[in-house]
């Protein structure tokens, strides 16, 4: 304790250096905090667009032109698989074309066990007109389908259905806005009894899930392809999204090297400031030397120099991040409103921001402590 009073009065008597040295950590921790949030936020913004409203995971038969039976024992075996699966549906899809005025539009008519399925697809927010759910032949629409078409809520709207040479009537209930204008355009939605009616199958085209944890979706696909054999064919995101997944990686890399350098500058920043500090307290130490403290004592009053820096730098540090990230969040807006990019905070990586600047603070004390331990009172004393 003694070494750490004397380390607390070194900082304290020459408080203009300790403010600039702590100002120089708690720049270098918040650049860390708010450039990390910015990155993980971008990144969960990028991930939760693409793959946040469908499915992480499909199980289709192995031959990808074939529907499978709707298996209750398989269903229950991926239901059941592991506790990551979050959401599971059953999905009969295939194409069709809606006759009009103009001519034949190419759609493609989804059927879902609808309130599974909003788990994954959220349809009660892309409803925009229309509250029911669809059954006996009543569908949902794509907003870009609706408009174009200039359809009508309980009209009619009659199919064509290519693979059967068969024309059948739905029923315009609701309207989706998939924010996706492809699938405004073509994705037309209905319960999974009215799609068998409407393929004339009783069979299923997909099991679609949603997982906890989206990164994990390729480990997990491969056991379940294990669990469910060579009779089906287990697909998920990762191996579809290869751009993606290249973009968040170069992303983390880049702020991985950033938060590096500014651990770096902010380890030589503080070794050089001490190490002018042992020149300075060399009288000081030598007659603290000659009243008997010893040379370890000596170095650690150094390191608790680097400590406490580090402490107040830290804490300092993560409150001007937070501050910084909540200010970009208020003037960095959109034309809707919402942030450019959400900030992501994480307890976790702001903890673990905080620890790596504590602990590079020590380590550049360091090379002071050593040199304060080797000093010898007789050349102190003999040099003045």
């Known amino acids: 304790m003694v ?23 708690a720049i270098g921790v918040s650049v860390q905090v708010f450039i990390g949030s910015l990155v993980q936020g971008l990144q969960a913004d990028l991930v939760n667009t693409t793959i946040g409203s469908s499915a992480h995971i499909r199980v289709r038969d192995a031959d990808r032109f074939s529907t499978m039976s709707d298996d209750r024992d398989v269903f229950l075996t991926i239901d059941q698989f592991d506790d990551q699966i979050i959401a599971l549906t059953k999905v009969l899809e295939g194409p069709a074309n809606v006759l009009s005025d103009a001519g034949n539009d190419p759609v493609f008519i989804r059927g879902f066990d609808i309130e599974r ?13 229309g509250q029911q759910t669809p059954n006996n032949l009543n569908v949902w629409v794509g907003k870009g389908l609706y408009d174009n078409l200039d359809l009508s809520l309980n009209a009619p709207l009659e199919l064509f259905f290519p693979s059967q040479t068969t024309f059948k009537t739905v029923t315009v209930i609701g ?48 056991q379940l392809q294990e669990v469910l054999g060579l009779g089906y064919r287990v697909d998920e995101w990762k191996s579809q999204n290869a751009e993606l997944l290249s973009g968040l990686e170069g992303q983390s890399l880049s702020s991985i090297m950033i938060q590096v350098f500014v651990l770096v500058s902010v ?17 000081q130490i030598g007659i603290l030397k000659a009243m008997g403290i010893s040379d370890r004592q000596a170095s650690f009053i150094f390191l608790y120099e680097g400590l406490i820096l580090g402490v107040l730098g830290a ?24 942030p450019v990019v959400p900030l992501l905070i994480r307890p976790s990586f702001i903890a673990l921001s905080a620890m790596f600047a504590v602990l590079a603070s020590v380590i550049a004390a360091l ?9 010898s009172v007789i050349e102190v004393i003999r040099n003045g």
Not at 267 to 283: D, E, F, M, P
């Open 3 to 25: 070494a750490f009073q004397i380390a607390w009065r070194f900082l304290t008597s020459g408080k203009g250096q300790t403010i600039l040295i702590t100002l120089g950590i």
């Open 117 to 129: 399925a909003n788990a994954i697809y959220a349809f009660d927010d892309r409803l925009v007109l």
């Open 175 to 222: 309207v989706l806005d998939f924010r996706v204008t492809q699938l405004n355009d073509t994705w037309i939605v209905t319960d999974l009894d009215s799609a068998k009616m409407l393929f004339d199958n009783d069979g299923l085209s997909a099991y679609e899930m949603q997982i906890n944890d989206v990164f994990k979706a390729d480990v997990i696909a491969e």
């Open 267 to 283: 380890v030589l920043g503080i070794a050089s400031v001490l190490a002018i500090t042992v020149l300075q307290k060399s009288k």
């Open 315 to 338: 804490l300092l540090g993560v409150l001007f991040g937070l501050l910084l990230g909540f200010s970009f969040t208020q003037f960095a807006l959109n034309p809707e409103g919402d």
């Open 367 to 375: 090379v002071p402590a050593r040199r304060s331990a080797s000093l």
